[in-house]
Structure formats: C-alpha cells, structure tokens
C-alpha cells in the first residue's frame, strides 16, 4: 500500500513541476511559456486549464502526503525519550559503621581524628568540633 502511495506522489510531482513550468510567464520568471508573444499554450482558456490543472494536482499532491504520513504514523509505535535511556546499576556498599552506628570515614572523622591529636583525648562517638 505505501508503495503504491510513493508512486502515485512522485507521478504528482513531476506532474505539477511540469504544469507549473508550462505556464505563461507574467514578468519574466523562469517559466518555459516566455514572456513574450505566446508560448506552448496561449489564450484565456489555456490558462484556464493550466491553473485547474495545477489545483488539482496540488490538491493530489496534498492528499498523498497525508496519506503517507499517517501511514508511517500507524507503523511506528509511540515511544518516551526516557526508554531509550539505557539502565545503569550501581552498586554502592553503604559506608563501614564502627560500633556506635556512626558512619567511618568522611569529613567528621577526620575532624575528631585532628581534635584527638591535638588534644590528646579520644572521642566516644561523632564529636562535631567547637569553635574556640
């Protein structure tokens, strides 16, 4: 069915291109008519034909692009940006806790272990450092 569809727009189109180009000339465009004393067709009821002609095979060129949208509409399914974001797993083990249940490592513990130094006493449990 799509490629009957694709047949028939490319007919159209060349069709139109060649209807358009045949048309008289108003101001001295690229038309294959000339601008000057006739042309390929020439009189009231040639133009006439011609811009009917052109209508329709607009008209057609139209309705066959709709045609092909919708059906490549109907082919693909609707789809979120976020699926096609491949999954990441991380694997992140919770931090080693002493005895306390406070967290080893980090920025506290290194400030107790700087207070600890520098006073010589040991904390018992996270100690948040004073201002002195």
Known sequence: MESV???IHLLLVGALVVVVLL??????ALGI???GGGGFMS????ANLLTRTTAILATGFFL?????????GM??????????????????????????????GGVLDELNK???STTGNKPSGPQVP???
């Open 33 to 35: 008519g000339g601008g």
């Open 114 to 116: 700087i207070k600890e």
């Open 23 to 28: 048309q008289r000339s108003e101001g001295g």
């Open 43 to 46: 009189g009231r009821s040639a």
């Open 64 to 72: 066959t692009s709709l045609g092909l949208t919708i059906l490549a």
């Open 130 to 132: 004073t201002s002195q």
């Open 5 to 7: 569809l694709i047949v």
């Open 75 to 104: 082919k693909s399914k609707p789809s979120d940006v976020l699926d096609q974001v491949p999954v990441v797993e991380q694997n992140q083990a919770a931090p080693a806790s002493d005895a306390d249940g406070a967290p080893k």
